[in-house]
């Protein structure tokens, strides 16, 4: 298993501004990834944080929007920019300690005024 | 795409009473997961399925990976309050058993009176 740290745990935020959610570690993993939770909505995958390289993004989410940062393999942050009301949700956190296992951080409860 | 279907979405049941839901896909998976998320955390992980057939627990909840590969149950005996939260089925699509893309199911909400 892995214990990851994920703050802020939430935060409520004006229109256009932007937010940095860091996510850190207990032991070095390859695999870290963002999901984002509508309200009352399952889990879709952001992207996978490589670390040493540029991140990789699913369909319908892209760098600009979205920047991700992977320095080491202990810590990665993802950055909501430029936020709007639709921004309103739930940022995870995970990594794969094994294959299909995802261990989750508790999770970024973000609010857009 | 692949899709996973849960149900039932939300239940609300007595404290003690045994609880099932299901989940199923118009495609085969190859492993199947349940997670379970309670109020303000991320989801954890409660059983892993990897074969056809396959019965595991975990303390009171069992869970089965359907023989046609296109579902699997979670059951809960015993309810206790502390059950309550969402509980998410998923799995790696295809053959390819990569987990950086699991498809997940939308979730049964459970509520336990005590």
């Known amino acids: 298993s892995a214990v990851i740290s994920q703050k802020p745990s939430r935060d409520i935020c004006q229109r256009g501004t932007s937010l940095t959610i860091q996510c850190q570690v207990d032991?070095?993993?390859?695999?870290m990834f963002w999901y984002r939770q509508q309200p009352g909505q399952s889990l879709t995958l952001i992207a996978t944080?490589?670390?040493?390289?540029?991140?990789?993004?699913e369909s319908g989410f892209v760098i600009d929007k979205f920047p991700i940062s992977r320095p080491n393999l202990t810590f990665s942050t993802l950055t909501v920019s430029n936020m709007s009301p639709e921004d309103s949700s739930i940022y995870l956190c995970s990594v794969a300690v094994s294959l299909e296992k995802l261990f989750f951080g508790s999770g970024t409860q973000l609010s857009v005024l | 795409g692949q899709q996973l279907n849960q149900s039932p979405q939300s239940m609300f049941i007595q404290e003690g009473e045994d609880v099932s839901m299901n989940c199923t896909s118009s495609s085969i998976f190859n492993t199947w997961l349940w997670y379970k998320q309670d109020p303000g955390e991320g989801p954890v992980l409660l059983i892993a399925?990897?074969?056809a057939g396959e019965l595991t627990s975990n303390g009171r909840l069992t869970a089965q990976f359907g023989i046609t590969r296109k579902d699997s149950f979670l059951n809960i005996s015993a309810s206790i309050p502390s059950d309550v939260g969402i509980y998410f089925c998923?799995?790696?699509?295809?053959?390819?058993?990569?987990?950086?893309?699991?498809?997940w199911g939308l979730g049964t909400s459970l509520a336990v009176n005590p």
């Open positions: 998923a799995g790696p699509p295809g053959n390819a058993g990569n987990n950086r893309k699991l498809i």
């Open positions: 032991s070095q993993v390859t695999m």
């Open positions: 944080a490589n670390q040493g390289s540029e991140a990789t993004y």
């Open positions: 399925l990897y074969k």
